[in-house]
């Protein structure tokens, strides 16, 4: 199942790695990006590959290596693929090509390490480039390997020459709000999850809350972290609740109980297939106890 929440810790960093480990979340990304300073990343594959080595009893553990134009990625993926990463997080695609490319280097890095074919996953982040924006359409040429798509609110206005991401009030730019929409969109019709991006004001957890139930509204199954303190709230926010079990429950068992229906009514609102879809999704995104 999509993991809910996804911490990123910089993989130079043995004591941040050992406390994300341990902070509940339902994944890590070992980051060798953004976070890492060149000078760095040589030490933090080393990490990355010694903590996915250790026995695995907590989060699934995801790598985010460097984009694949920058003469690192494949660095990055010998360091760390003896030692079996769930997946890796792709940072900077242009198109969907960049995850078939990415595709098959881990086909081969899987046949190289003895390990089982497809079993390294990827999530891309898709919105990161200004050629990105107009191939958000596409990943569903990507194939297995790919489970989600997600955005960033940093690189792309850093890439077009916007001085800030966000306007003055904290809301996000138009440029911002329109990949956002087209990284939920581009998701579902390439039939993978929608992960949000981090939330950056680590303190203000009030306002994680606000936007993640928002996220979920508008579709995103699960968010992005930079800070332990956000995944308690990520992961109760994307968790479906006790109340959109049983609502979602009582849809299906309505439709069931008429067969043929395309349309029932239910507490006085008119629901049809649209919200039996709804439903069914919702119930298969609810973990067994
Ligand atoms: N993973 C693991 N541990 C983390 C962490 C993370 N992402 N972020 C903070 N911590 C740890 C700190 O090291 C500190 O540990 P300590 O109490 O043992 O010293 C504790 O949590 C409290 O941290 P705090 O003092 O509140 O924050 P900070 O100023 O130390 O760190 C950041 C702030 C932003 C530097 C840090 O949260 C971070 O590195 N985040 C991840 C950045 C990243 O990966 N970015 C790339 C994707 S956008
Ligand atoms: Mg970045």
């Given amino acids: 199942m999509t993991p809910r929440s996804w911490l990123f810790v910089p993989a130079d960093s043995a004591p941040k790695i050992a406390k994300a480990l341990g902070a509940g979340a339902d994944a890590l990304i070992l980051d060798l990006e953004d976070s ?32 694949l134009g920058s003469g690192l990625a494949l660095s990055d993926l010998a360091t760390i693929m003896p030692h079996a990463p769930d997946g890796i997080v792709l940072p900077k695609p242009d198109s969907v090509a960049d995850v078939q490319k990415l595709g098959a280097y881990l086909e081969a890095l899987e046949a190289a390490f003895g390990l089982e074919p497809g079993r390294t996953r990827i999530l891309a982040i898709a919105t990161e480039t200004p050629a990105s924006v107009f191939s958000l ?23 077009i020459g916007a001085t800030h991401a966000r306007q003055p009030d904290g809301a996000l730019t138009d440029l911002c709000r329109l990949v956002r929409s087209l990284c939920l969109a581009g998701a579902a019709a390439a039939n993978v999850a929608a992960i949000d991006t981090v939330y950056p004001d680590f303190r203000d957890l009030d306002g994680l809350r606000a936007w993640a139930a928002q996220a979920k509204r508008e579709g995103f199954v699960s968010m992005m972290a930079i800070h332990p303190a956000q995944v308690p709230v990520i992961n109760e926010i994307m968790t479906p609740s006790t109340a959109e079990i049983a609502e979602a429950r009582a849809i299906e068992a309505l439709f069931a109980a008429a067969p043929g229906a395309g349309v029932v009514a239910h507490q006085g609102r008119m629901l049809d297939l649209p919200h039996l879809k709804q439903a069914q999704r919702l119930l298969a995104r609810v973990r067994p106890a």
């Fill in 36 to 67: 890492v300073a060149l000078g760095a990343k040589p030490a933090a594959r080393v990490l990355a590959g010694q903590t996915l080595a250790a026995p695995r009893t907590g989060p699934a553990l995801w790598v985010r290596i460097n984009p």
């Fill in 137 to 159: 359409g596409g990943y569903a040429a990507a194939g297995p390997r790919l489970i989600g798509l997600t955005w960033g609110a940093e690189d792309l206005p850093a890439a």
